[in-house]
Structures are given as C-alpha cells and as structure tokens.
C-alpha cells in the first residue's frame, strides 16, 4: 500500500474519531445522591425540572455539532464543531448525573411524581 493512501486513511480515520457523539451515546458521571438527598421533596421537584430542561438545551447543541461533524468530516474532512468548542459531551455527563442522582434522591425520600 502506498504511503501517501495509508496518510490519507489515518488522517480521515483520526478525524471521524474526534466527531461529537450523540447525546444518548453519552454516559453519565457518577454523583453522589448524598449531594441532594438533605432537600425537600418539592426542592428536589424544582432542581429536576431545572436540569431536565438544561439536559434538553445541551442535547441539542450536541446534535447540531455531531451532524456539524459529519457533514464537515465528509466536506473538508475536518469536524468542525468539534474543533471550535461545540462539543457538549462533558456538560451532558454532568446533567445526566445530575438527573439520576436527583431522581434517587426523590426515590429514597418517597417524593410523589
């Protein structure tokens, strides 16, 4: 195989590599319920409202910069919105942390939907 083919190959395959996932290939990170678990149930209610929509709003933005990716790996063979900050992999975890330890919480304190 030539060598300039193999460049080529590692190049678009680092580049497909660095795209922004979507945001249900995302994993959470860990929060500890003990962070929500000395708030009122309606407390807990109004923070799982907050960061449901905020998960929603980062989610979004997620979407828009992986199909900004793709189509910018298939143009010019660089992922764009990766490159200029719009990846929202980091701040998704956190929010769907958030979310699970929140609806823990609720669950432990035998809060009402």
Known sequence: ?????LGV???LGLAVS???KRPDAIVPVD???SAYTGQSCSKLAEQL???K?????LS???NDAATGDAFGVFLIGVPVSSLTGGDQEGNIAVSKGKVQSIELAR???NCKA
């Not at 195989?1 to 083919?5: I, Q, R, V």
């Not at 929509?53 to 709003?57: M, R, S």
Request: hydrophobic fraction near 30%; charge should be positive; proline fraction near 4%.
């Open 18 to 20: 660095a795209c922004a």
């Open 31 to 33: 929060i500890p319920i």
């Open 9 to 11: 190959f590692l190049s």
């Open 60 to 62: 979004n933005s997620q």
């Open 49 to 51: 409202r907050h960061e």
């Open 53 to 57: 929509d905020k998960l929603q709003t």
């Open 1 to 5: 195989m030539n060598l300039k083919y």
């Open 107 to 109: 669950q432990s304190k």
